[in-house]
C-alpha cells in the first residue's frame, strides 16, 4: 500500500506561480514512477508530468517550459513547480503512484497508475 497526500494548492493570479507537494508514505520502495494529473469542472482527468525512478520526466504540451516535476528521494517528496500559470491550468491537482513495471516511455495518463492523492485545489485568476 502507497499513501499519498498532495498539499500546496491555492489561488493565484495569472502570471504567478505555486508549487505543489506530493508526501509519499507506506510501501514507498513500491513505486516505480510518480505523476501529476488534474481535472477541470466537466473535463477528463488529464495528465501533467510524469517523472520516472530514474529520473526521467515526461511532459503535457500544455504546460511544456512551465512545469516542472521533480523528487525529493530523501524526504519522500514528489513537487510540481507551476510557473507562469494561466486560468486554463485552474483544477483540482492529484499525485499518482504506480507500483508496477511493464512500460516503456513513463506513462502519463491515469489508467496506468493504481493509486491516488485526494487532491489540491488550484485556480488561477486572469
Known amino acids: 500500500q502507497v499513501q499519498l497526500v498532495e498539499s500546496g494548492g491555492g489561488s493565484v493570479q495569472a502570471g504567478r506561480s505555486l508549487r505543489l507537494s506530493c508526501a509519499v508514505s507506506?510501501?514507498?520502495?513500491?513505486?516505480?514512477?510518480m505523476a501529476w494529473f488534474r481535472q477541470a469542472p466537466g473535463k477528463e482527468r488529464e495528465g501533467v508530468a510524469a517523472?520516472?525512478?530514474?529520473?526521467?520526466?515526461r511532459y503535457a504540451d500544455s504546460v511544456k517550459g512551465r512545469f516542472t516535476i521533480s523528487e525529493d528521494n530523501a524526504k519522500n517528496t514528489l513537487h510540481l513547480q507551476m510557473n507562469s500559470l494561466k486560468p486554463e491550468d485552474t483544477a483540482i491537482y492529484y499525485c499518482?503512484?504506480?507500483?508496477?513495471?511493464?512500460?516503456?516511455?513513463?506513462?502519463?495518463?491515469?489508467?496506468?497508475?493504481?493509486?491516488w492523492g485526494q487532491g489540491t485545489q488550484v485556480t488561477v485568476s486572469s
Open positions: 499518482a503512484a504506480r507500483t508496477y513495471g511493464g512500460y516503456g516511455r513513463v506513462p502519463i495518463v491515469p489508467h496506468e497508475y493504481n493509486y
Open positions: 517523472i520516472d525512478s530514474d529520473g526521467s520526466t
Open positions: 507506506g510501501d514507498i520502495y513500491m513505486k516505480f514512477c
